[in-house]
């Protein structure tokens, strides 16, 4: 099987008078041209109260949008916080959105989120596991058709995007509810260390969450594995890691201001997880990385990088014509492609 490539646009600001419709206006442009270059999906965050971390609160809205402008490209949420959410309003959206699309819909849902967004919505840190639960409980049971009050189900119908939906997990616990669903499993571009472990290389980590998801799920369910990376490409070596060290020290000042120390200390730290180089270099990486090579999906973000908008579209051109054909060639040789 091929793996399928994905763009992870995070619709993060370069500076603090960027206005919210230029944001948008870029990471339409970086649609386009994924969807031009053969890219199979394009994926948004939901993200509240926050510019910096991603601007954009509504995904639905704006994957509406895109599907009216691009007709090929598959568009993917990557996540819906859906305990800040009414599930059924989600449901409803998300099946008119399919409906309009064609059925170009991935369904992403995660338990996360800042802080601050759980504080807007009133959800506390005790109850953020319960209620996401809870929820993902209510809106799965709506796209299978359930009864949302007598004698009414959800309208449009969606029961083809109950086989799109994805959840969202650091823990193999949460892989293993993934896989018992029969939903796919979506792997972060960074993932929290254990102190007892610290050095560990970021697929050696999610290997257990992708053995247990593979575990758990029901018979005759294929697999759906998406590897988000944050990668970089550039044409060359030193200015692909003059902007890298140049946009993680952006993130670092925004993570001091928002008291978040404890995801990044130092620009090496918030560039520990990222594929930063050449065509060759950044190949090479991601070929050695066992999570990648295992899935059936590779998402690729350059976020916390976000250099400005016309190193991002080389950054998208240089992924899809000169890193993918060498992973394909690797992968076709190791039979895992």
Do not use: C
């Amino acid at each position: 099987m091929t793996k399928r490539l994905g763009l992870f646009t995070r619709l993060v600001r370069h500076a603090e008078d960027q206005r919210a419709a230029q944001v948008y206006a870029d990471a339409l442009a970086q649609i386009a041209l994924a969807e031009r270059l053969g890219y199979d999906s394009a994926w948004v965050a939901q993200h509240h109260v926050d510019p910096d971390e991603g601007g954009l609160p509504s995904p639905l809205v704006f994957l509406a949008h895109a599907a009216a402008r691009f007709t090929q490209i598959r568009l993917g949420t990557a996540i819906v916080t859906l305990g800040l959410e009414d599930p059924v309003r989600v449901a409803e959206d998300a099946a008119v959105l399919d409906t309009l699309s064609g059925g170009r819909l991935e369904l992403g849902f995660g338990s996360g989120g800042s802080a601050k967004s759980f504080e807007l919505f009133g959800v506390t840190p005790e109850e953020k596991q319960k209620v996401y639960a809870e929820k993902l409980a209510a809106i799965t049971a709506a796209l299978d058709g359930a009864e949302l009050v007598p004698g009414r189900v959800l309208h449009p119908p969606a029961a083809s995007l109950r086989e799109r939906v994805w959840h969202a997990s650091f823990s193999a616990t949460g892989a293993r509810r993934a896989g018992e669903a029969g939903a796919g499993l979506l792997l972060s571009r960074a993932q929290p260390r254990d102190p007892a472990s610290p050095d560990a290389s970021l697929d050696a980590i999610q290997a257990p969450l992708i053995e247990a998801y593979r575990a758990a799920l029901p018979a005759g369910v294929p697999p759906r594995i998406a590897a988000s990376r944050s990668v970089f490409v550039a044409d060359d070596h030193d200015d692909a890691h003059r902007r890298a060290r140049r946009g993680a020290q952006r993130f670092l000042d925004h993570l001091r201001a928002a008291g978040n120390t404890q995801l990044a200390s130092t620009v090496e730290e918030v560039l520990r997880d990222s594929y930063v180089g050449t065509p060759g270099e950044v190949a090479e990486r991601l070929a050695a990385d066992d999570a990648v090579t295992a899935a059936t999906d590779l998402i690729v973000q350059i976020h916390p990088i976000d250099p400005d908008q016309p190193a991002v579209l080389r950054s998208i051109e240089l992924l899809a014509t000169e890193v993918v054909p060498r992973l394909n060639r690797h992968w076709n040789e190791r039979g895992t492609a």
